[in-house]
């Protein structure tokens, strides 16, 4: 009688933990949305509110704080002119509970090139993955080929001008000193970590700075390309990006590729959210300018 009670005990001891381990790895994702900051300790421009965007980054991170996140994302510019801006919006970063992770945006760039900017931004390299549970994100650098970003005489300055060559003659507006593309080493490394990603059995959410769509000149300079090769992964559900303060939403061949509102864009009303990622859908709560959506994934 004593061993059947035991026995009894160990299954449920058994269960009891299967059971919560389960419901660990259900769990919705939670991650924190911030999108062009771009403080500067300057004078407003016309739309540009540079130096409120530290009391909005602060109410930011307090609302943040209150809900339980995986981590935060960061969709580049940080600050408007440079690094020489930077330490108190990174100091305020870090308050953060969870980790934040960042892209490097064109306002970001110094004058002067530096190879390991992403450095100063608390960044381990420029583009990189990040995982959690089933889901693989994956931060592009999309200033790689840019006028800011390459450093003059190098290898990357003429694959930027060659992209750029070939851009202008098919007329893109997108040509523009405020863009950026993807490198050749960068696609393929991307390519490999989609198909290292699927074979784990990985699902894939891709962030920018620069969107692919739409094409109104703040585009990737080599858009068409990258969105070939996402639109072609099922595993890719998403695309998210800043860089167009405005916003922005499309969905390609049934790939969601949203646009965040920018915070530096008006004077006194934010814009942050959070993403919730479910099986079937993903959830954009917004506060302030950043619009909320309901989106399936395919």
């Not at 389960?22 to 300790?41: E, M, P």
């Not at 405020?178 to 970590?193: D, R």
Request: some cysteine; aromatic content about 10%.
């Amino acid at each position: 009688m004593k061993y059947q009670i035991y026995q009894l005990c160990f299954l449920l001891f058994i269960f009891l933990n299967l059971n919560g381990y389960a419901q660990v790895n259900n769990q919705n994702l939670r991650i924190g949305l911030i999108a062009d900051i771009q403080y500067a300790d300057k004078d407003d421009g016309k739309t540009r509110f540079y130096r409120a965007s530290l009391d909005k980054l602060d109410d930011a991170i307090h609302s943040l704080n209150q809900d339980s996140l995986n981590f935060t994302a960061v969709f580049g510019d940080f600050v408007d002119e440079g690094p020489k801006d930077l330490e108190p919006i990174l100091s305020r970063l870090k308050k953060l509970n969870a980790p934040f992770y960042g892209l490097l945006g064109n306002h970001d760039y110094p004058k002067e090139f530096d190879s390991k900017l992403y450095q100063k931004f608390g960044m381990q390299k420029d583009y990189y993955v990040v995982n959690k549970g089933e889901w693989h994100f994956i931060f592009l650098n999309s200033n790689e080929l840019s006028s800011y970003a390459v450093e003059k005489g190098s290898k990357m300055e003429k694959e930027f001008l060659e992209l750029e060559s070939r851009q202008k003659a098919l007329g893109r507006e997108n040509v523009q000193p405020w863009n950026g593309g993807i490198s050749k080493t960068q696609m393929t490394w991307l390519k490999k970590e989609i198909n290292r990603a699927e074979r784990a059995g990985k699902i894939i959410i891709v962030f920018s700075h620069h969107p692919i769509l739409l094409e109104n000149g703040l585009e990737i300079l080599n858009n068409q390309d990258l969105l070939k090769v996402l639109v072609s992964h099922r595993s890719v559900k998403a695309v998210i990006s800043g860089h167009h303060h405005t916003g922005n939403f499309v969905n390609y061949e049934g790939l969601p590729l949203i646009t965040l509102e920018g915070m530096v864009e008006t004077k006194d009303q934010n814009a942050y959210g959070i993403l919730e990622i479910r099986d079937e859908h993903l959830e954009i709560k917004g506060f302030g300018r950043l619009v909320s959506r309901l989106i399936e994934i395919r």
